[in-house]
């Protein structure tokens, strides 16, 4: 089934548990795959496949390294291995988010699948596995994101156009407050996302330049976010009523419904006052403190004194005293939060 047919004759097909763009014409491609990655002229087609088998993410591969595997997955597409170049996800492809953008003669379209609730990441936090002689794989991408523009550029261009895709999913990203699983930071990826990136070498429109004052800049970056935001919707429910919420402001420091349970079983009227507008707006205001302590952009006597008001204002007075630097001061301030939290359970 053709989900998307583009002006210069390509498509997007909807092939079972994969998503296959098939060119018309010759094409250049910036793949960050390890099937064909890097820049080609020699391409004839893009994939995005679903790996799950059964429902289950974990799935072994079908050969000894994520390339000769990608082969295989291109082949039982129908494809040419040696003309394709392709990404695998565990995102189901019913959840494919679409989004163009235009400007005079030039159009962007993002065509982005993703979830980032398992595998939610930020750029330096702790990593878990260290490539040996090309045999550890990278386990399947969570935000794949096939970006088409209907301009011919050139591969510096191309490669320029990597970056502000990338800079767009981290800003949709950040304005969703999506967490990274591994630290306490804001994700501004997973740890698997990949990206394939589409120009036309028969348009006559050639652009030269895909940063943010570019006009091809603001287009790429509107219908990356776009995408990703509707994406990560579709495939987890990730937005702003979902977000709205104090444990998915407070969770990535570590503060969980299911922690507070421990000391208290009223569920019911613990997730109510998770959604009270009263709790989750200064709630935001008390994570933003906590991050800008981390970030050494305010100091830990201020800090502390803006989260002694903001408690107050939550009805949760109480003293911040037992700190004696950042860290223990951002300790001390999630301590007393919780124990406000649990007084208004009892």
Request: charged fraction near 20%; charge should be negative.
């Amino acid at each position: 089934m053709i989900l998307h047919r583009f002006g210069n004759g390509d498509v997007v097909e909807s092939c079972g548990k994969a998503l296959i763009a098939r060119f018309a014409g010759p094409r250049r491609v910036l793949s960050t795959s390890a099937l064909n990655g890097g820049i080609k002229d020699s391409l004839t087609s893009v994939f995005n496949q679903d790996c799950k088998e059964d429902g289950e993410k974990n799935v072994p591969l079908k050969a000894l390294t994520y390339e000769e595997h990608l082969k295989i997955v291109s082949a039982d597409l129908g494809l040419e291995s040696q003309t394709s170049t392709g990404l695998t996800t565990a995102a189901d492809m019913e959840n494919v988010s679409i989004a163009a953008e235009t400007y005079d003669n030039v159009t962007v379209t993002a065509v982005v699948t993703g979830g980032i609730d398992v595998n939610g990441g930020r750029v330096g936090d702790p990593a878990d596995w260290h490539e040996s002689a090309g045999v550890c794989a990278p386990a399947p991408g969570t935000i794949n994101i096939l970006l088409f523009i209907s301009a011919a550029l050139p591969e510096g261009t191309l490669a320029r156009a990597l970056v502000t895709c990338t800079e767009a999913k981290t800003a949709a990203l950040q304005e969703l407050l999506a967490p990274s699983m591994y630290s306490s930071g804001i994700a501004t990826g997973s740890g698997t996302d990949g990206t394939i990136i589409v120009s036309d070498l028969t348009s006559p429109v050639v652009l030269t330049y895909a940063g943010k004052h570019s006009k091809l800049g603001e287009l790429i970056g509107r219908a990356v976010m776009k995408a990703v935001k509707k994406a990560l919707y579709l495939q987890t429910g990730l937005g702003p009523a979902q977000q709205f919420d104090i444990f998915s402001r407070l969770g990535r420091y570590g503060v969980t419904r299911a922690g507070i349970l421990k000391s208290c079983t009223d569920g019911a009227k613990l997730d109510a006052l998770s959604k009270q507008s009263d709790l989750v707006v200064p709630t935001s205001l008390y994570v933003h403190l906590l991050d800008q302590l981390s970030w050494g952009l305010i100091g830990p006597a201020d800090a502390v004194a803006s989260a002694s008001r903001l408690l107050e204002d939550m009805g949760m007075k109480a003293e911040i005293t037992q700190y004696s630097d950042a860290k223990s001061a951002s300790e001390a301030m999630l301590s007393v939060y919780v124990q406000g939290l649990q007084k208004m359970l009892l």
